[in-house]
């Protein structure tokens, strides 16, 4: 009887031991989550397939009739790499095994996969817009959203996955017919930083916080203070939280009153923190995937570090994007950015405008597309714009021209090309005029405004002639420079230049060097 109740209070030990996820065979053959069930697999690389298992014991995977084999290092971890794969619309099974351990995946495609990424309007799902999910069904675009499981494109699954991500997706799935996987990593209000991996925060120049700061100690010193957090005192917590707000006077005025911090508030702040903090959300989100394979990245960022006035944001996406490359080691795979809209009231935002193009042009294989159009109207919290397909849209038409080299595509708007002075008037050219420059009520365009050799713009009469826009103002004798919806505010987007394809006209200056460089 004694030995009967031994053998049980055994079982039942063990079996707690399980549902308390706790693992009972710390050998036992592992693979990241990004590796499931319904997944794309990324065409044309060799494959990266990984994870951990007994040190000495040889993992074996098989695919499409490859068979690849690897021994566990004494770290316990393995990697092996398929040979590159062609595009296969039918459903596939992946084994992976290790001695007694197998693992299956099943329903697998294989064509290209994009990772979706930024802050909030890259986050935006469906949940709001259901109607716009009305007969959706498309069994070879696949999903990898929030709850980090890949799933079948329905009109239930697609409702909290990126509408950013989907529309790009469709669009790619619909002109090229292969399998698109989508794997959506962003977070609403993160800033740029806390998406650089750490070996991106060194990069000359050294990088630092608002309060000087170098941003790898700052990221040091935070992940310290995260994982201790429940151990802490209030007044330990609430010094760190009055530090961070003092270098950032945007958060001052959210969190603190007569200069005080409610401890009521110290849930709200530390989240805060998560998701500005250098390389944390990196860490915590990106790292586990790399090096899934992947085709390339769309982004959407750059609202809050506009909010934190960041005269550095250029130097920072470049180093995140160089980064991401690095890690991955899939050379310089595509990066394609989308230039953040106006305010809710129309507000335009020309100072991170202008770092957005500064690190598109610092850095290979990336573009960018402008929805200086779109920022109207927002959704009920003002910080949203509700048109997130044509965000889509104009990614994948990026995508479809400098990646998949497809001809007779107009993928850009106007870009400001050069000018030239005739008598008091200046004569702006552009690239990417598509069919003839255009404003969508064919009324003279908007927003054009000049300036003499003292630098002060005014606002000036415009007329489309031709695949140039024609400028002038009376109280400008002598012009000099001109620009393009850089200050105040974009009432009426009817009014904004288009190409009669309905691609708008990206922002300019060319007071700015930048633009002097061209």
């Known amino acids: 009887m004694i ?50 298992g007994k040190p000495g014991e040889y993992v074996t995977a098989k695919f499409k009739g490859q068979e690849k084999s690897v021994k566990v290092g004494r770290d ?9 794969l ?20 099943n329903n697998i495609l294989v064509g290209d996969v994009w990772l979706c990424t930024g802050q909030s309007n890259m986050s935006v799902t469906f949940n709001q817009v259901l109607k716009e999910t009305l007969g959706i069904k498309n069994s070879q675009i696949r999903l990898r959203g929030f709850d980090r ?86 007044n330990e917590k609430e010094n760190v ?12 005025g959210v969190f603190l009153k007569n200069g005080k911090l409610a401890p009521e508030n110290y849930g709200k702040i530390l989240r805060r923190m998560t998701i500005t903090m250098p390389a944390f959300q990196y860490n915590s989100l990106m790292k586990p995937i790399v090096p899934f394979g992947i085709k390339g990245a769309i982004w959407y960022q750059g609202e809050t570090n506009w909010a934190f006035k960041d005269n550095k944001y250029a130097l920072k996406q470049k180093a995140l994007i160089e980064g991401w490359r690095k890690l991955w080691n899939e050379g ?54 509700v048109n997130k397909w044509d965000v889509g849209k104009r990614l994948a038409l990026l995508a479809l021209t400098k990646t998949y080299k497809m001809k007779n595509i107009i993928f850009s708007g106007p870009r400001y090309k050069s000018i030239k002075t005739v008598g008091n008037k200046m004569v702006v050219s552009f690239d990417h005029t598509g069919s003839g420059l255009c404003t969508k009520n064919n009324d003279a365009p908007a927003k054009f405004e000049i300036a003499g050799a003292d630098g002060n713009f005014v606002k000036a009469k415009a007329s489309i002639d031709g695949n140039t826009v024609i400028v002038e103002a009376p109280s400008v004798k002598n012009p000099l420079y001109v620009r393009y919806a850089w200050s105040g505010k974009i009432k009426d987007p009817n009014l904004l230049l288009y190409n009669k394809e309905g691609l708008p006209a990206f922002p300019f200056n060319t007071k700015e060097p930048f633009f002097q460089n061209k």
């Open 3 to 52: 030995k009967k109740l031994i053998v049980l209070l055994l079982v039942i030990g063990a079996f707690c031991v399980n549902v308390s996820g706790k693992d009972v065979n710390p050998d036992k053959l592992k693979m990241p989550k990004i590796f499931s069930d319904n997944m794309v697999l990324q065409r044309g690389i060799p494959l990266p397939v990984w994870g951990w």
């Open 76 to 84: 316990g971890k393995w990697m092996l790499h398929f040979k590159p």
């Open 86 to 105: 062609s595009v296969s619309a039918k459903g596939e099974t992946l084994t992976v095994a290790a001695g007694k351990n197998i693992k299956e995946f």
């Open 149 to 234: 499981k890949w799933r079948i494109c329905t009109e239930r699954n697609v409702r909290y996955f990126s509408r950013v991500g989907y529309y790009f997706g469709a669009e790619l799935q619909n002109t090229l017919k292969i399998p698109i996987g989508l794997i959506c990593i962003s977070r609403g209000g993160s800033s740029i930083e806390t998406w650089m991996p750490p070996e991106s925060l060194t990069e000359p120049p050294s990088f630092v916080d608002a309060s000087g700061s170098r941003l790898i100690d700052t990221m040091k010193d935070f992940q310290k203070f995260h994982d201790n957090y429940k151990k802490l005192s209030d």
């Open 241 to 252: 939280f009055l530090k961070f707000a003092d270098g950032y006077p945007y958060f001052k």
């Open 332 to 385: 310089d795979f595509p990066f394609y950015i989308v230039q953040i809209a106006p305010t809710s009231g129309g507000t335009v935002r020309s100072s991170i405008w202008l770092q957005q193009y500064m690190a598109v042009n610092a850095t290979k294989n990336s573009g960018i597309i402008t929805i200086v159009d779109i920022g109207f109207p927002c959704a009920s919290d003002n910080v949203h714009p």
